[in-house]
């Protein structure tokens, strides 16, 4: 069974500018989480995805936002990008029920000039 | 305000020893526990979890401790090998806040001396 897969895997945008990341989770997969990784802070949630209806939100600004269409995939844009947001932006699908485990892809970098 | 923290940033531990890696929470609603690994360039990979209402769970060489009272879990290595040497994270979920949302600890980079 293939992984779940980001892309594109790097990114360089200034600073202004808007982004869209795409997640494709596992098969039969029906839910999708993102997360920011950056230096010092771990990772944090941003938000999560179940059957095409946000379920579950983190403590990110309304630049921050996602959608999942109904074959699963999933995808998170980045609007008037800031310094700051550059990070390895992760995401990670379940079948969506409690304790079912998270897999996660191997990211997209993102670096804003 | 870091509600899940791994306070050793790193750890270099002897072939074949045991390694422990240590986590503590500070928020009591949390009542599920996973440790991940991460090579660089690749995401996280689920190692290892442990619900609550138990103080142990093992998988062959990896073995988890909960401590409720003390809000402290541990991940036990035994024996470590060069391919345990990665970042390793630890992550809560709540049902009272949605099981679907992680929060992850900063991480602790394991380094095994062959």
């Known amino acids: 069974k293939a992984g779940v897969t980001q892309t594109p895997r790097y990114l360089i945008k200034t600073r202004g500018q808007q982004v869209t990341l795409s997640c494709s989770p596992i098969s039969g997969h029906r839910s999708v989480s993102w997360y920011q990784q950056t230096p010092g802070q771990g990772l944090q949630f941003l938000f999560e995805y179940f059957s095409e209806t946000q379920r579950n939100k983190g403590n990110f600004p309304g630049r921050f936002s996602g959608r999942q269409f109904s074959n699963s995939r999933s995808e998170m844009n980045v609007s008037t990008l800031e310094l700051g947001d550059s990070a390895l932006y992760l995401c990670a699908s379940s079948l969506g029920g409690y304790t079912d485990t998270q897999y996660f892809g191997p990211g997209t970098r993102l670096t804003v000039l | ?114």
């Open chain 2, 1 to 114: 305000d870091q509600q899940v923290k791994q306070n050793s940033p790193s750890l270099s531990v002897q072939e074949g020893r045991i390694s422990i890696l240590n986590c503590d929470y500070t928020n009591s609603m949390f009542d599920y526990f996973l440790w991940y690994k991460k090579y660089p360039a690749e995401g996280p990979t689920f190692l290892i979890s442990i619900s609550s209402i138990k103080d142990k769970n093992e998988d062959g060489r990896f073995t988890v401790f909960l401590n409720k009272s003390a809000k402290h879990l541990s991940l036990h290595i035994v024996p470590s090998q060069p391919g345990d040497s990665a970042v390793y994270f630890c992550a809560a979920s709540g049902t009272n806040f949605g099981n679907e949302k992680l929060t992850f600890g900063t991480g602790t980079r394991l380094t095994i001396i062959p």
